[in-house]
DNA sequence: CTAATATGATACATAGTTGTCTCATATTCT
DNA sequence: AGAATATGAGACAACTATGTATCATATTAG
């Protein structure tokens, strides 16, 4: 968003906007900004007028739903918990947050910005899993990065199946946690 | 391919096209006919001779990665054998062919033979789990969908792994396994 | 070798997308 | 109420991808 600059954007568009890009995105990849205009209920005007390229559009949504996924998993970052507590409130709040995921794994990740927010939420993964190791709540023997693999996974596989109303989101929480904890042990 | 009527394709034409299409698709959903064309070292009429349309060229690299999988599961299909041991043989064969894999979550699937064939993988996997089990291999109270999905999703991730050269196919497909059977007991 | 034909290169028309600009209207702020 | 300004609608040009047609060349088959 370069170009705030010259024109204020109002917070209701700037939603609407972001909301129905992610929305579009995640149902095809192949979307225009003139799709994007109409299911935000915005004029196609609008969005060239805050955001200066269709990259500029989807970099600042990718900043977006990578910051929205480390507040969520921050916010489950209480030090002196378990590991395994951790992990499941790591996996309740991400969960929900299935679309944001999945916006960041179909868009390639440009910026510096944004690659060391990746690499920060890679570290905590990676972090957390030797942790659970330490605490020998999973194996020592899994590589680290085949259990952090596993994790990104199971939070999308646990998103679909909430979407696709198989599982309330708790019981998938459930589910994924169980399926890592035994899966890596 | 609706218009080998008019033309023969060579078959190393073909493969090539075909070979540099999955290529690119899994490198970037915003691949062109050009793209594909010069990728397969080939002139962009060429594919315009035998395929009528990009949806065209699409349908047909799904149809062909779908009977690759297939195949490749069918050929692990031996009744006698415990389920244990043939969900190890379909994960070692369907693993490297992860390319083919990925072309089919990508792409949306339209055309009924598709379908069915989608369907008939769908229902091999879900008898598989239902084996396992009533072998009791894995645990009764998974949600057979539950199961289904962190199979077709393991062999995602196993893939991957092979991908970035950090497990070799054997060591991913152990891993695989290993995960599925404790994760799901 | 020779005929048939699949391919490569090029030019061309068409359609769709992107991005800019302008002006009237609607919204917000004071 | 009145001023400032964000938005919507539309016209416009530039660019790109798609798809067609043609002809010379390379490949294959008989």
Redesign the interface.
């Known amino acids: 968003m370069s170009k705030e600059s010259r024109h204020a954007i109002r917070p209701r568009t700037l939603e609407a906007i972001l909301d129905a890009a992610i929305r579009l995105f995640n149902a095809?990849?192949?979307v225009t900004m003139t799709d994007i205009a109409k299911a935000a209920g915005v004029g196609r005007a609008t969005l060239h007028r805050h955001f200066q390229d269709k990259d500029d559009l989807i970099q600042t949504l990718s900043a977006r739903c990578m910051e929205e996924m480390n507040a969520a998993v921050r916010a489950t970052d209480i030090p002196d918990e378990p590991a395994v507590k951790r992990l499941h409130a790591m996996l309740k709040s991400a969960i929900p947050l299935g679309d944001r995921f999945a916006f960041l794994s179909f868009e390639?990740m440009e910026g510096e910005d944004l690659q060391s927010d990746y690499e920060e939420q890679l570290d905590w993964t990676t972090a957390l899993i030797e942790q659970l190791k330490t605490e020998q709540a999973i194996a020592t023997d899994?590589?680290t990065?085949?259990a952090v693999?596993?994790v990104d996974?199971?939070i999308?596989?646990a998103w679909?199946?909430v979407w696709n109303s198989?599982?309330t989101p708790d019981e998938a929480a459930n589910?994924a946690l169980?399926?890592?904890l035994?899966?890596?042990?």
């Open positions: 095809d990849s192949g390639r899994v590589p990065s085949w693999a596993q996974q199971v999308w596989t679909t199946a198989e599982l589910l169980r399926t890592l035994n899966g890596l042990s």
